[in-house]
T-cell receptor, first 114, second 116 residues
Framework: AQSVAQPEDQVNVAEGNPLTVKCTYS??????LFWYVQYPNRGLQFLLK??????LVKGSYGFEAEFNKSQTSFHLKKPSALVSDSALYFC????????????FGKGTTLSVSS | GAGVSQSPRYKVAKRGQDVALRCDPI?????LFWYQQALGQGPEFLTY????????KSGLPSDRFFAERPEGSVSTLKIQRTQQEDSAVYLC??????????????FGPGTRLTVL
């Protein structure tokens, strides 16, 4: 079955420190990969996506993600966390051979302390 | 233009009632998606439209769920005879192109449905 795993329910970091939110996937073939962020009572906001090309993708608000085909991972990173980054983060994949639907992970809550 | 909008933002229904949830996609966006997000979970795909054509409804959980997009713009998700397990946030997303696979999906704020 095709799936996305976000192994950490919650990640805690101090403001100014680097952050990593992990994502691994299990799909047949090469997928398209996405990260979204969700603030309370708001919809999902697009951060970045990997389609092809450079394995390091840069996105909104200083976030970046690295596609690692051998480890089937797409971890979200930021060099210096802000308190305002505190939110719920979702990794999503769209298998190449499947339809147009996104398959989401369960989400990781990022908490940045001042 | 403006982002994806959804109405109502909150809906409380008694078990057995019918509900209708509305989605206004970004102007000019061809593709429209509905997802269901249960508490503490990631969104799960329900159905997909390209213009007015419903190309994929594989995620609809039962025949009580029905979606339409008659003029290729606004979409309505209808749930008949609501059950408690239907309680969730219903998210609508739209994307610009027809390929679907590489396009970014832009999400609305969702409708939180509570079935009592």
């Amino acid at each position: 079955a095709q799936s996305v795993a976000q192994p950490e329910d919650q990640v805690n970091v101090a403001e100014g420190n680097p952050l990593t939110v992990k994502c691994t996937y299990s799909v047949s073939g090469n997928p398209y990969l996405f990260w979204y962020v969700q603030y309370p009572n708001r919809g999902l906001q697009f951060l970045l996506k990997y389609i092809t090309g450079d394995n390091l993708v840069k996105g909104s608000y200083g976030f970046e993600a690295e596609f690692n085909k051998s480890q089937t991972s797409f971890h979200l990173k930021k060099p210096s966390a802000l308190v305002s980054d505190s939110a719920l983060y979702f990794c999503a994949v769209r298998p190449l051979q499947a339809g147009t639907a996104l398959i989401f992970g369960k989400g990781t809550t990022l908490s940045v302390s001042s | 233009g403006a982002g994806v909008s959804q109405s109502p933002r909150y809906k409380v229904a008694k078990r057995g009632q019918d509900v209708a949830l509305r989605c206004d996609p970004i102007s000019g966006h061809v593709s429209l998606f509905w997802y269901q997000q249960a508490l503490g979970q990631g969104p799960e795909f329900l159905t997909y439209f390209q213009n007015e054509a419903q190309l994929d409804k594989s995620g609809l959980p039962s025949d009580r769920f029905f979606a339409e997009r008659p003029e290729g713009s606004v979409s309505t998700l209808k749930i008949q005879r609501t059950q408690q397990e239907d309680s969730a946030v219903y998210l609508c997303a739209s994307s610009h192109g027809t390929s679907g696979k590489t396009d970014t999906q832009y999400f609305g704020p969702g409708t939180r449905l509570t079935v009592l």
